[in-house]
């Protein structure tokens, strides 16, 4: 596979991307979200809600329940989907390491722009073992208005690193992101390593679509 791409910055989504997270965040969720009366089964729960802020999950919520599920319930959410990744071991995406490593040796910068916090992408980025390779550039949706869809997460993180959007390359698994990274004028590589990823989303949404990351690497050329 010839390189497609010549980016002068990459941005990878965190969850999914970076660190192998979305079964054990997605399970705590639909059990959480039952608790509350909203039911929903795992394979809904992602195609729903992957990719987005939990400001925007509670809003979704919310409106389909017709009622407020209090402040505290997204700080829970956060504390307990911290403890749910305390009890296993959080693993890189297979493959990632390797990428990040080349990116490196190539002297292309890369970063971080993701719908969690910061201190969640610390906290999964360092039990996985790539926060020494990552923590110099991290984005979160805690520092813009809108998260994704919106493209304003992507468009700040392009301008924090000095490099013109058009020029930026972003790797995403989920449809919101893929939908961001089109709107911020960004060429986006739908990751879909995993079985449960909507790879014909991202690909409608203008995702090229690889499953593993020495694809990725080769689209890039590195």
Same mark, same amino acid.
């Given at each position: 596979?010839?390189?497609?791409?010549?980016?002068?910055?990459?941005?990878?989504?965190?969850?999914?991307?970076?660190?192998?997270?979305?079964?054990?965040?997605?399970?705590?969720?639909?059990?959480?979200?039952?608790?509350?009366?909203?039911?929903?089964?795992?394979? =809904?729960? *992602?195609?729903? %809600?992957?990719?987005?802020?939990?400001?925007?999950?509670?809003?979704?919520?919310?409106?389909?329940?017709? *009622?407020?599920? !209090?402040?505290?319930?997204?700080?829970?959410?956060?504390?307990?989907?911290?403890?749910? %990744?305390?009890?296993?071991?959080?693993?890189?995406?297979?493959?990632?390491?390797?990428?990040?490593?080349?990116? *490196?040796?190539?002297?292309?910068?890369?970063?971080?722009?993701?719908?969690?916090?910061? =201190?969640?992408? *610390?906290?999964?980025?360092?039990?996985?073992?790539?926060?020494?390779?990552?923590?110099?550039?991290?984005?979160? $949706?805690?520092?813009?208005?809108?998260?994704?869809? $919106?493209?304003?997460?992507?468009?700040?993180?392009?301008?924090?690193?000095?490099?013109?959007?058009?020029?930026?390359?972003?790797?995403?698994?989920?449809?919101?992101?893929?939908?961001?990274?089109?709107? $911020?004028?960004?060429?986006?590589?739908?990751?879909?390593?995993?079985?449960?990823?909507?790879?014909? !989303?991202?690909?409608?949404?203008?995702?090229?679509?690889?499953?593993?990351?020495?694809?990725?690497?080769?689209?890039?050329?590195?």
């Amino acid at each position: 596979m010839a390189a497609l791409f010549s980016p002068s910055l990459v941005i990878f989504d965190c969850d999914g991307v970076l660190v192998d997270t979305e079964p054990v965040a997605n399970r705590l969720l639909v059990r959480l979200l039952g608790d509350v009366g909203y039911e929903v089964t795992y394979e =809904e729960c *992602r195609r729903l %809600f992957v990719g987005r802020s939990l400001e925007a999950v509670v809003a979704h919520v919310e409106a389909a329940l017709g *009622r407020s599920l !209090g402040a505290h319930w997204p700080d829970m959410i956060r504390e307990e989907s911290l403890k749910a %990744f305390a009890q296993g071991e959080v693993q890189a995406v297979p493959g990632v390491e390797g990428l990040v490593r080349s990116l *490196r040796i190539a002297q292309l910068p890369y970063c971080v722009a993701s719908s969690g916090r910061l =201190e969640k992408m *610390r906290f999964t980025l360092g039990a996985s073992g790539l926060l020494p390779l990552m923590a110099d550039a991290l984005f979160s $949706a805690q520092m813009v208005g809108r998260g994704k869809p $919106a493209p304003d997460l992507f468009l700040h993180a392009a301008r924090e690193m000095g490099h013109e959007p058009a020029s930026c390359l972003v790797i995403e698994d989920s449809v919101p992101g893929v939908q961001a990274a089109v709107a $911020a004028g960004m060429p986006v590589i739908g990751y879909a390593g995993d079985p449960h990823t909507d790879a014909a !989303g991202l690909e409608s949404e203008g995702a090229h679509v690889v499953s593993d990351m020495s694809a990725l690497a080769r689209l890039i050329g590195v």
